[in-house]
């Protein structure tokens, strides 16, 4: 968080003289020393009631910073904007939030502000109060709300779409209240202002979680405990989720360990609710932090209550030369040597093998029939709703796509993969599980996209079967009334057994979305790319510029160019394009074999009407059209052919 109050106002900036900028720098000083005299003979004088320091702040932002009530009716006599934002969106009316000061709240309310205006972070005046544990002002302002109470408490800070990707912002005053260690104004939201328990912000996070989250300032946490504990067994007896975690993966016991509070632990444990062995993303257990953390009677406890001792945690206690430690952990089933497990599984995938065996061979956290750890180690891509991580679903080895529950990519995703579960040409879904806010899709785990396979693979890649495999993924998913919407070399992906499978279908749209013609045409124009880019081995890049001529773009050095630029034409041509037209290009001459192509010849030859060259058959004049142009490439046909021995020149 970006603190809107307590942060001092700096010296002023872009003002447009030395002189101004004086004035406006003694008017700041004036009013954090509390000096009405000599702040109303610098307006008298001419100092700008409005004018800005750095970040924004104005007279009127430092006068309700400094809670002083007689200075901040001076200013607005005087013009001062009472609707005035910071460079952060911090208005007045929010800062008096953060003071706590109930007389300014209900000033500037007079003044036009909104009981719900909030600054660029998503912060209205209560989530402030709240924060600063200030409870005059949170049941003033809570007074004061629409007659929709509760819906206006249990209001999540609202952030910017970008943001919201990320998983910021959806914090409630109830989590702000606990995760600062307010005790009573925890007790006001719940009791008096039914403040919801169960609500999480964009993260999952429930007040449990927040209040049980590390400090801002680690210096603070033993004397932060006291009140934390209060906090958690209220929450908890009001029926908070245990079985939540953190942006990190971290349960509440795991929390508890961090903040090396015993009665934390003991309280979570007394639910029955928790899962003892679960592991953050980091892979490290409750047990495993109150070990390295050196705290030995959490560890008994911890152990006593079924806590699994067999993961290595006998290394850190002999790191912290802590011989009790080690006695208790060997006592619980540690080994005495930290030599990893054999290696009895072996991974199907080559290229992730270290990280997958390294999470089998870890009790790493499940959700449903997946096991997965959130943690950089694991992840294969990055993505805009939370990434690609490695994982087992139901012992298989998968790669899980998260979503934001509920989003248009993950429905789309859902949508295209339920339609095209049993077609050999696309990733495969194998389940799916919620976790938190999240929506975890668990697909086939391949080795390397296109990109990277035509650019690290050393031996010769088969660019007709790429090319041919591509064309009939698209044709099926056409032919199912579907379009990818997202075709590049990223989406398009390569299995173990170099397989190649159509990824990606967050982008996907149906026909009968309506139009269908230009759904097919975008596909149809990514492929003519593709064919461009495969062919070149990525030397011609997929992404050129719009409205360009692909075709052209083909080196007219490479071997078949002229069949190469043909197939092109055909996928991007302005009138082409539906899903039979691309049924037939799978048999188009570029697919033929080094066979198919002699067959054919020998069977054109054969033809009586070539033979005799009849120049009124259909045949015949399919070959000699449009002799006109270079275009057609089937004008020279009689020099190219021997009739009597059918050579290929």
Same mark, same amino acid.
Request: net charge negative.
């Given at each position: 968080?970006?603190?809107?109050?307590?942060?001092?106002?700096?010296?002023?900036?872009?003002?447009?003289?030395?002189?101004?900028?004086?004035?406006?720098?003694?008017?700041?000083?004036?009013?954090?020393?509390?000096?009405?005299?000599?702040?109303?003979?610098?307006?008298?004088?001419?100092?700008?009631?409005?004018?800005?320091?750095?970040?924004?702040?104005?007279?009127?932002?430092?006068?309700?910073?400094?809670?002083?009530?007689?200075?901040?009716?001076?200013?607005?006599?005087?013009?001062?904007?009472?609707?005035?934002?910071?460079?952060?969106?911090?208005?007045?009316?929010?800062?008096?939030?953060?003071?706590?000061?109930?007389?300014?709240?209900?000033?500037?309310?007079?003044?036009?502000?909104?009981?719900?205006?909030?600054?660029?972070?998503?912060?209205?005046?209560?989530?402030?109060?709240?924060?600063?544990?200030?409870?005059?002002?949170?049941?003033?302002?809570?007074?004061?709300?629409?007659?929709?109470?509760?819906?206006?408490?249990?209001?999540?800070?609202?952030?910017?779409?970008?943001?919201?990707?990320?998983?910021?912002?959806?914090?409630?005053?109830?989590?702000?209240?606990?995760?600062?260690?307010?005790?009573?104004?925890?007790?006001?939201?719940?009791?008096?202002?039914?403040?919801?328990?169960?609500?999480?912000?964009?993260?999952?996070?429930?007040?449990?979680?927040?209040?049980?989250?590390?400090?801002?300032?680690?210096?603070?946490?033993?004397?932060?405990?006291?009140?934390?504990?209060?906090?958690?067994?209220?929450?908890?007896?009001?029926?908070?989720?245990?079985?939540?975690?953190?942006?990190?993966?971290?349960?509440?016991?795991?929390?508890?360990?961090?903040?090396?509070?015993?009665?934390?632990?003991?309280?979570?444990?007394?639910?029955?609710?928790?899962?003892?062995?679960?592991?953050?993303?980091?892979?490290?257990?409750?047990?495993?932090? !109150?070990? /390295?953390?050196?705290?030995? $009677?959490?560890?008994? #406890? @911890?152990?006593?209550? +079924? *806590?699994? %001792?067999?993961? =290595?945690?006998?290394?850190? !206690?002999? /790191?912290?030369?802590?011989? $009790?430690?080690?006695? #208790? @952990?060997?006592?619980? +089933? *540690?080994? %005495?040597?930290? =030599?990893?497990?054999?290696?009895?599984? /072996?991974?199907?995938?080559?290229?992730?093998?270290?990280? @997958?065996?390294?999470?089998?061979?870890?009790?790493?956290?499940?959700?449903?029939?997946?096991?997965?750890?959130?943690?950089?180690?694991?992840?294969?891509?990055?993505?805009?709703?939370?990434?690609?991580?490695?994982?087992?679903?139901?012992?298989?080895?998968?790669?899980?796509?998260?979503?934001?529950?509920?989003?248009?990519?993950?429905?789309?995703?859902?949508?295209?993969?339920?339609?095209?579960?049993?077609?050999?040409?696309?990733?495969?879904?194998?389940?799916?599980?919620?976790?938190?806010?999240?929506?975890?899709?668990?697909?086939?785990?391949?080795?390397?996209?296109?990109?990277?396979?035509?650019?690290?693979?050393?031996?010769?890649?088969?660019?007709?079967?790429?090319?041919?495999?591509?064309?009939?993924?698209?044709?099926?998913?056409?032919?199912?009334?579907?379009?990818?919407?997202?075709?590049?070399?990223?989406?398009?992906?390569?299995?173990?057994?170099?397989?190649?499978?159509?990824?990606?279908?967050?982008?996907?749209?149906?026909?009968?979305?309506?139009?269908?013609?230009?759904?097919?045409?975008?596909?149809?124009?990514?492929?003519?790319?593709?064919?461009?880019?495969?062919?070149?081995?990525?030397?011609?890049?997929?992404?050129?510029?719009?409205?360009?001529?692909?075709?052209?773009?083909?080196?007219?050095?490479?071997?078949?160019?002229?069949?190469?630029?043909?197939?092109?034409?055909?996928?991007?041509?302005?009138?082409?394009?539906?899903?039979?037209?691309?049924?037939?290009?799978?048999?188009?001459?570029?697919?033929?074999?080094?066979?198919?192509?002699?067959?054919?010849?020998?069977?054109?030859?054969?033809?009586?009407?070539?033979?005799?060259?009849?120049?009124?058959?259909?045949?015949?004049?399919?070959?000699?059209?449009?002799?006109?142009?270079?275009?057609?490439?089937?004008?020279?046909?009689?020099?190219?052919?021997?009739?009597?021995?059918?050579?290929?020149?």
């Amino acid at each position: 968080m970006e603190a809107t109050g307590n942060s001092q106002p700096a010296a002023p900036n872009g003002c447009r003289n030395g002189t101004a900028a004086a004035t406006v720098s003694q008017l700041h000083d004036a009013i954090k020393k509390g000096s009405v005299k000599t702040v109303r003979q610098l307006l008298e004088e001419g100092a700008d009631v409005n004018s800005k320091v750095e970040g924004g702040w104005t007279p009127l932002h430092s006068a309700v910073q400094a809670d002083q009530e007689e200075i901040v009716n001076l200013l607005l006599e005087q013009g001062a904007d009472p609707r005035a934002r910071k460079d952060n969106g911090a208005t007045p009316f929010i800062i008096a939030g953060i003071v706590g000061n109930v007389s300014l709240l209900e000033l500037f309310l007079s003044k036009g502000s909104e009981i719900n205006e909030k600054d660029n972070n998503g912060f209205t005046a209560f989530m402030e109060a709240a924060w600063y544990g200030k409870e005059k002002a949170l049941k003033f302002l809570y007074e004061n709300f629409s007659d929709e109470k509760e819906m206006d408490v249990n209001l999540g800070r609202m952030v910017s779409t970008q943001q919201r990707q990320v998983y910021k912002g959806g914090e409630t005053a109830l989590m702000d209240a606990a995760r600062n260690g307010h005790l009573s104004a925890v007790k006001t939201l719940v009791k008096e202002m039914r403040a919801s328990v169960h609500a999480c912000d964009n993260f999952g996070r429930n007040a449990l979680i927040h209040a049980l989250r590390l400090p801002l300032k680690r210096n603070t946490i033993r004397r932060q405990n006291k009140n934390i504990e209060q906090i958690v067994s209220f929450l908890l007896d009001c029926g908070a989720d245990v079985t939540g975690r953190d942006e990190n993966g971290k349960t509440s016991l795991i929390l508890a360990a961090e903040r090396q509070s015993q009665d934390l632990v003991e309280l979570l444990l007394k639910t029955g609710k928790v899962d003892i062995n679960a592991m953050g993303n980091d892979g490290k257990t409750a047990l495993k932090i !109150a070990v /390295e953390y050196d705290h030995e $009677e959490i560890a008994k #406890l @911890l152990c006593e209550n +079924g *806590a699994r %001792a067999d993961c =290595n945690d006998i290394s850190a !206690a002999k /790191e912290n030369y802590n011989n $009790e430690m080690v006695a #208790l @952990l060997l006592k619980y +089933g *540690a080994t %005495a040597t930290n =030599n990893q497990p054999p290696r009895e599984w /072996e991974p199907t995938s080559k290229r992730w093998g270290e990280q @997958l065996w390294r999470l089998h061979s870890i009790n790493s956290p499940q959700i449903g029939k997946l096991n997965i750890i959130f943690d950089e180690y694991y992840c294969i891509e990055s993505t805009s709703e939370g990434g690609i991580y490695l994982g087992f679903h139901a012992g298989k080895e998968v790669a899980v796509k998260r979503f934001l529950l509920g989003s248009d990519k993950a429905k789309r995703e859902s949508m295209c993969l339920s339609h095209c579960h049993s077609n050999r040409h696309m990733v495969k879904l194998f389940g799916t599980e919620t976790h938190g806010n999240c929506q975890l899709f668990c697909l086939s785990l391949c080795e390397s996209n296109l990109e990277d396979h035509l650019s690290k693979s050393a031996q010769a890649v088969n660019n007709h079967n790429i090319l041919k495999t591509l064309l009939e993924a698209v044709r099926d998913l056409h032919s199912l009334e579907l379009g990818h919407g997202d075709l590049h070399p990223r989406n398009i992906l390569i299995d173990a057994d170099d397989k190649v499978l159509l990824a990606d279908f967050d982008k996907s749209s149906s026909f009968a979305e309506g139009q269908r013609e230009l759904i097919i045409k975008e596909d149809l124009e990514a492929l003519g790319r593709l064919v461009l880019y495969v062919v070149t081995r990525g030397e011609v890049p997929f992404d050129g510029p719009d409205g360009e001529n692909v075709s052209a773009r083909c080196p007219t050095d490479l071997q078949g160019h002229l069949e190469i630029e043909d197939l092109i034409r055909s996928l991007v041509s302005p009138h082409g394009g539906n899903s039979v037209q691309l049924g037939d290009l799978i048999h188009h001459p570029f697919f033929w074999t080094c066979e198919s192509r002699f067959e054919f010849l020998v069977d054109v030859g054969n033809n009586p009407d070539i033979e005799k060259y009849n120049a009124g058959s259909q045949i015949v004049k399919a070959l000699n059209c449009n002799k006109a142009t270079t275009e057609k490439h089937f004008h020279q046909w009689t020099r190219k052919v021997s009739f009597n021995q059918l050579i290929i020149y």
